[in-house]
């Protein structure tokens, strides 16, 4: 096991592989963000989709698919790791790729998935591009006119985004950024660093005292306040973000944060929609793991706000545990990113000399 492995175990790490296995094979129940020109657009996710058809929706299935290859790089001993290959052997073929480059030239795709399956489209790319092995390298390689389309779409679109979408759903942009900046940075991919971090400057360095006491929303599955200062943080030199965090969210000073921020309730995991608060609980922990990485060892914040992840951390588990669809298409991927968040925001955050 690598130490990049952090809080994940070697049974939950085989257990979410397993969940992965079978929701990206997962066809049905589908929902599609499909806009339809005419009659022959009528297709099955498939047809439209034959990389990335499974576990419900596409943007699941993507980050589905990060789960495994996270798993594989990780524990590469576990006997799931077979499967893992198999998958990605028949999945990531450069017909299929090739495929899912046509559907995002159709004009009427122009804001598909925007921007959060984008982000986990290059976040699936920095996980492979982090192991060392011929056969991620392969799968890299197949998957990189897909990138070079995410990337296009988030130049293209990201200067003209006048204001920032704050929301705890999909299109939230500091989700959005955060993933992307990564990829950017890792890739040497200049360009969209640059785009993404004057994005995050004009949407967020201005913003002081967010309203917390506001989240969270009903169907909240991203904590805006926190996915902004988990996002800024890669932006901000280290003493810089220290002043730019207590003038956004002052309440994150003090013990006050834990009772401002108590983990979400969540009243029925069959409902698709509010099945999103155990998500919320598991963002909310990797976001405070990131966010205690990035301040210095001795900050007043770190013991409360480390308290505070780990409350989030076991709530957003026990819903895992649930067999439901509504949460078993996603919340495996949600955990695996909450339990090796904190390892992973030691190499996102800004560099000297970084964009």
């Given at each position: 096991m690598s130490a990049t492995a952090d809080l994940l175990s070697t049974e939950q790490a085989a257990a979410f592989a397993r969940i992965a296995l079978g929701n990206v094979v997962r066809e049905y129940p589908a929902k599609q963000d499909h806009v339809l020109g005419g009659p022959d657009d009528v297709q099955g996710p498939r047809q439209l989709h034959p990389a990335f058809y499974g576990s419900f929706d596409w943007h699941s299935c993507v980050h589905m698919h990060w789960l495994l290859a996270r798993v594989r790089r990780l524990f590469p001993f576990l006997p799931v790791v077979g499967a893992i290959e198999a998958i990605f052997d028949a999945h990531l073929t450069p017909a299929n790729i090739a495929a899912e480059c046509a559907y995002c030239a159709r004009p009427l795709a122009r804001g598909f998935e925007r921007t959060y399956g984008w982000a986990w489209l290059l976040e699936l790319a920095h996980e492979l591009a982090r192991a060392t092995d011929e056969s991620a390298a392969r799968w890299q390689r197949t998957l990189r006119p897909l990138v070079e389309v995410i990337v296009a779409g988030y130049l293209?679109?990201?200067?003209?985004?006048?204001?920032?979408?704050?929301?705890?759903?999909?299109?939230?942009?500091?989700?959005?950024?955060?993933?992307?900046?990564?990829?950017?940075?890792?890739?040497?991919?200049?360009?969209?660093?640059?785009?993404?971090?004057?994005?995050?400057?004009?949407?967020?360095?201005?913003?002081?005292?967010?309203?917390?006491?506001?989240?969270?929303?009903?169907?909240?599955?991203?904590?805006?306040?926190?996915?902004?200062?988990?996002?800024?943080?890669?932006?901000?030199?280290?003493?810089?973000?220290?002043?730019?965090?207590?003038?956004?969210?002052?309440?994150?000073?003090?013990?006050?944060?834990?009772?401002?921020?108590?983990?979400?309730?969540?009243?029925?995991?069959?409902?698709?929609?509010?099945?999103?608060?155990?998500?919320?609980?598991?963002?909310?922990?990797?976001?405070?793991?990131?966010?205690?990485?990035?301040?210095?060892?001795?900050?007043?914040?770190?013991?409360?706000?480390?308290?505070?992840?780990?409350?989030?951390?076991?709530?957003?588990?026990?819903?895992?545990?649930?067999?439901?669809?509504?949460?078993?298409?996603?919340?495996?991927?949600?955990?695996?990113?909450?339990?090796?968040?904190?390892?992973?925001?030691?190499?996102?955050?800004?560099?000297?000399?970084?964009?």
């Open positions: 293209e679109y990201l200067p003209r985004q006048r204001y920032a979408i704050r929301h705890g759903l999909h299109a939230n942009s500091a989700f959005g950024l955060a993933f992307a900046l990564d990829w950017a940075r890792a890739s040497g991919q200049r360009a969209l660093a640059n785009t993404c971090t004057d994005a995050a400057q004009r949407w967020f360095v201005d913003d002081c005292d967010v309203p917390v006491r506001w989240e969270p929303s009903g169907s909240d599955f991203l904590s805006p306040a926190l996915m902004e200062a988990d996002c800024m943080r890669r932006v901000l030199a280290p003493e810089v973000y220290d002043a730019w965090l207590a003038a956004c969210l002052p309440a994150l000073d003090g013990d006050g944060a834990v009772a401002l921020l108590a983990p979400a309730l969540v009243d029925e995991r069959s409902d698709g929609q509010l099945v999103h608060l155990d998500g919320l609980n598991l963002a909310r922990a990797w976001n405070l793991r990131g966010i205690v990485a990035a301040l210095r060892p001795n900050d007043a914040r770190v013991a409360p706000l480390s308290h505070l992840a780990a409350l989030h951390l076991a709530a957003g588990l026990a819903g895992v545990a649930s067999d439901d669809y509504g949460g078993a298409h996603w919340l495996a991927t949600f955990a695996t990113l909450a339990l090796t968040a904190q390892a992973d925001a030691a190499h996102a955050s800004p560099v000297p000399g970084a964009p």
